[in-house]
Structures are given as structure tokens and as C-alpha cells.
């Protein structure tokens, strides 16, 4: 099974923006789908983004769509999500997941029992 541990977060004005990276151990991150999720207080985890394993297939929940930029780099086994013209409502501790897919990643299906430790996201308006 795969080990995930993200990081990159902080504290950002509205518009502005942050770089989030995944790195991966154990088994071959590149045989796996990767997506970042978010979960902000009082919500429910919600799928932002998706990549396929090669990188040639890519999903964004609407509301970052045009914002946010998913990318990996296999060589490195690190994931990456550049977050662009960030809101205050993008505010929530992001998480990055292993998947069979950008759709079932999409659909909230992932691999692995339990979440790492996420990396917080806030931004001020």
C-alpha cells in the first residue's frame, strides 16, 4: 500500500496562491491514480482534483476548475496541486489520496483505510 504525507499549506490572502505537495512511499506511486481532497469544518470531504496515473486524464470539482492545476512527477513519486486566485471558501485541511482512477477518485473511492495528516489551507479575505 501506498504512504502519502502532503504539505505545502498555509495562511494566504484572497487571490492569491499556494503550491501543495504529495510525496509517496511503499508501493509504485506511479501504478496509481492520485487526487487531492478537502474537507472544511462542518462539511463533508469532497474530491478537488484527480490525475491518472500517466497524467494524460485529469478531473476538477467545479469549483476549482480554472484555478487549480493537478500534476505529478512519477520520477519524484510527489503529486502536486497548484492552487491559484484562492477564495476564502477553498479554506479546509487538503488531503491527497491513491485511486484505480481520476472517476472513482471522483466519486470519493480511494485506496487505503485511514487519511494522512492533511495540510491546512486558509485563506483571508
Known amino acids: 500500500q501506498v504512504q502519502l504525507v502532503e504539505s505545502g499549506g498555509g495562511l494566504v490572502q484572497a487571490g492569491g496562491s499556494l503550491r501543495l505537495s504529495c510525496a509517496a512511499s511503499?508501493?509504485?506511486?506511479?501504478?496509481?491514480?492520485m487526487g487531492w481532497f478537502r474537507q472544511a469544518p462542518g462539511k463533508e470531504r469532497e474530491c478537488v482534483a484527480a490525475?491518472?496515473?500517466?497524467?494524460?486524464?485529469?478531473y476538477y470539482a467545479d469549483s476549482v476548475k480554472g484555478r487549480f492545476t493537478i500534476s505529478r512527477d512519477n520520477a519524484k513519486d510527489t503529486g502536486y496541486l497548484q492552487m491559484n486566485s484562492l477564495k476564502p471558501e477553498d479554506t479546509a485541511v487538503y488531503y491527497c489520496?491513491?485511486?484505480?482512477?481520476?472517476?472513482?477518485?471522483?466519486?470519493?473511492?480511494?485506496?487505503?483505510?485511514?487519511w494522512g495528516q492533511g495540510t491546512q489551507v486558509t485563506v483571508s479575505s
Open positions: 490525475i491518472n496515473w500517466s497524467g494524460t486524464i485529469t
Open positions: 489520496a491513491a485511486g484505480l482512477s481520476t472517476a472513482q477518485l471522483a466519486a470519493g473511492a480511494r485506496i487505503g483505510d485511514s
Open positions: 511503499g508501493r509504485t506511486f506511479s501504478s496509481y491514480a
